[in-house]
């Protein structure tokens, strides 16, 4: 069962309207003055022939048929050409309008509470937002035209109807009867099209991907040395023909429309016609009049269906709207707003305590994290442990607040995180994790994360204890070169281990008070990464400190070890003392170690 949206059409057409009426008033105006000069020339386009045939009835003057005339064509110049300027300046506003909706979803993406991001509704209704701000055909600038169009049809339908309503009651209602028909018939068939977009969306996602993935230099090795190409030839071929059967189903349903209109078209279009001869021949009728009756006869008809359409194009965008909204209005479950403040200073002490914790992620069937009860000490070097899946990474999560536990709390100096200022406390730690965010600037921007105001000499200081310096010196403009060859075509590509040391940097500089290090030497060899580790522990003296390393000797200068097994800490302890207990931790160092141990050390230091 489909849910039904949390906001209605009038609903979501006023949260437009007090969107750009609070920034760009301009945008509604408009709408209004280019309904009424596209009526009003449409309108003036109607009694034009009738009146200048009266005039040739009534014998007028050559003057007054040629003042009736130009009379009407500056009236159409003016209202066509007040349409054309007022549309033109009409584009820009609501641009505006679609891109401070954008940006509302950017920031919702950037800034929401880290558990929305593993939530794959959320994910989807964002990315289905951004798509809906994406181009000038989405609903959040689209929808400006069909208010307009919708305008305009209102208009033109109340005159018609009051050149009308001396008809008889009998041909408006067959009017209104085959228009509504025709309507219902087409909007039936315009429906099957409507619920069917997903699945167009779903062929063009598959062209791009494919798209993607043969153009991607990355996969341009495998794609030659097995052969690829053949293959995706053929995938983009079945592909096509899946498609092609697509649009010649969607265009036999667009067929019944025409002949449907067509037939019901030529029924309104007889009668009207036989009654208006009936009128001519029996109660003289003059021709200026009929042309005008039939003429108004097939406008009445097209305004009339202009409501109908444009009302049901504003409900379907409207559900665009509302899934908008919606995703604004995503519930937070943490407390950026109100929470308790802390002072920014990077020497304040922090113990930070697992309370019992538990946690399981959503959907999960058991817990990741299980009974967790836990100190780290202020000024302490921890190191986390494990097999791949044990937990190691949700650990360090919740100690940065990125999650709340499910069971226990997890206190900061004695005080649960829930009650702080979350970006507050997420002031307080600097961070490298698995998946780290390289932008596309320059170096100097990707350490000190800001445009301007950057301190160049921190900046080498960072770079120099990161071991980056002779790199980033090497680079042609410095800490000026750009990274990345997305945004630049001048940019530079670092390699794995030159990007890991940068996001070293980048922690560096940022200088909070706890240092988070999730695997953040992966792409390292054994002996750069035991440097590195090694200047951490010179560099982090005196403050709190979390690293995981599936290396576990690069992680023995650490004041204790926890081993996490299983979601819960199965030992902990030095490095030392955890190897002479022989258990887990000592089981796995014995098969790390003979794959780095020459003459009697591992990983370039001593193993005893």
């Not at 008033?25 to 449409?42: E, F, Q, R, Y």
């Not at 929305?116 to 600038?141: H, I, P, Y």
Request: net charge neutral; charged share 20%.
């Amino acid at each position: 069962m489909k849910e039904k949206p949390q906001y209605n059409t009038l609903q979501n057409v006023g949260f437009l309207l007090g969107t750009a009426w609070r920034s760009y008033k301009s945008v509604p105006l408009l709408c209004v003055g280019i309904a009424a000069a596209t009526a009003g020339g449409t309108i003036a386009q109607l009694l034009l022939a009738p009146a200048v045939l009266a005039r040739v009835e009534t014998h007028a003057p050559l003057e007054t048929l040629v003042g009736v005339i130009l009379a009407f064509g500056a009236a159409l110049f003016v209202l066509y050409g007040l349409k054309a300027y007022l549309a033109e300046n009409a584009l820009y506003g609501r641009i505006a309008v679609r891109t401070r909706l954008l940006m509302r979803v950017g920031n919702k993406m950037a800034e929401t509470s880290f558990p929305n991001l593993l939530d794959t509704t959320f994910m989807k209704r964002c990315e289905k937002s951004l798509n809906v701000c994406s181009s000038n055909g989405e609903a959040t600038e689209a929808i400006w035209t069909t208010l307009t169009d919708l305008l305009t049809n209102l208009m033109g339908f109340g005159v018609y109807l009051a050149l009308l309503s001396g008809l008889h009651p009998f041909l408006l209602a067959v009017v209104l009867v085959t228009t509504v028909a025709g309507y219902l018939f087409s909007n039936h068939v315009n429906t099957w099209v409507y619920h069917h977009r997903d699945a167009e969306e779903e062929y063009w996602n598959r062209f791009g991907y494919l798209q993607r993935t043969a153009t991607d230099r990355a996969n341009a090795k495998d794609i030659r040395l097995f052969g690829l190409k053949p293959w995706l030839d053929e995938v983009r071929a079945r592909l096509q023909r899946l498609y092609r059967d697509y649009l010649k189903q969607r265009q036999w349903h667009y067929l019944w429309i025409d002949v449907a209109d067509l037939v019901l078209t030529f029924a309104r279009d007889g009668i009207a016609y036989a009654y208006l001869i009936g009128l001519a021949l029996t109660e003289g009728l003059p021709a200026s009049r009929f042309l005008l009756y039939f003429t108004a006869v097939s406008g009445f008809t097209q305004w009339v269906t202009g409501i109908l359409s444009k009302g049901t194009e504003l409900h379907r965008q409207s559900l665009d709207i509302s899934l908008l909204r919606e995703t604004l209005d995503w519930p937070e479950p943490f407390r950026f707003e109100g929470g308790k403040p802390l002072p920014r200073d990077p020497n304040l002490p922090c113990e930070i305590r697992f309370d019992h914790v538990c946690y399981r992620y959503p959907g999960a069937d058991k817990d990741t994290l299980h009974d967790i009860d836990l100190t780290i000490h202020a000024g302490e070097k921890l190191a986390i442990v494990g097999l791949n899946g044990a937990g190691k990474t949700t650990l360090v999560r919740l100690a940065c607040g990125f999650l709340d536990p499910t069971e226990g709390r997890v206190l900061l100096n004695g005080q649960d995180i829930r009650d702080f200022n979350r970006r507050d406390y997420y002031a307080l730690f600097s961070a490298v994790f698995q998946d780290f965010s390289l932008l596309e600037a320059s170096v100097a921007e990707n350490v000190a994360q800001r445009v301007d105001g950057i301190d160049t000499d921190r900046v080498w200081d960072c770079l120099d204890k990161a071991g980056l310096t002779e790199t980033i010196r090497a680079l042609p403009q410095g800490l000026d070169t750009k990274l990345g060859r997305q945004v630049f075509e001048d940019g530079v590509e670092l390699s794995g281990g030159q990007t890991q040391r940068l996001m070293l940097a980048r922690a560096l500089y940022k200088n909070g008070p706890i240092l988070a290090l999730d695997e953040p030497t992966a792409a390292l060899d054994p002996l750069a990464e035991d440097d590195i580790y090694q200047k951490y522990n010179r560099m982090t003296a005196g403050r709190t400190a979390l690293f995981i390393s599936h290396r576990l000797a690069s992680t023995r200068f650490c004041d204790r070890i926890i081993f996490v097994a299983e979601g819960r800490i199965a030992e902990q302890g030095t490095h030392e003392s955890l190897l002479a207990a022989g258990g887990g931790y000592a089981r796995l160092f014995a098969v790390q170690s003979k794959y780095y141990k020459e003459g009697g050390r591992e990983d370039g230091t001593d193993i005893g």
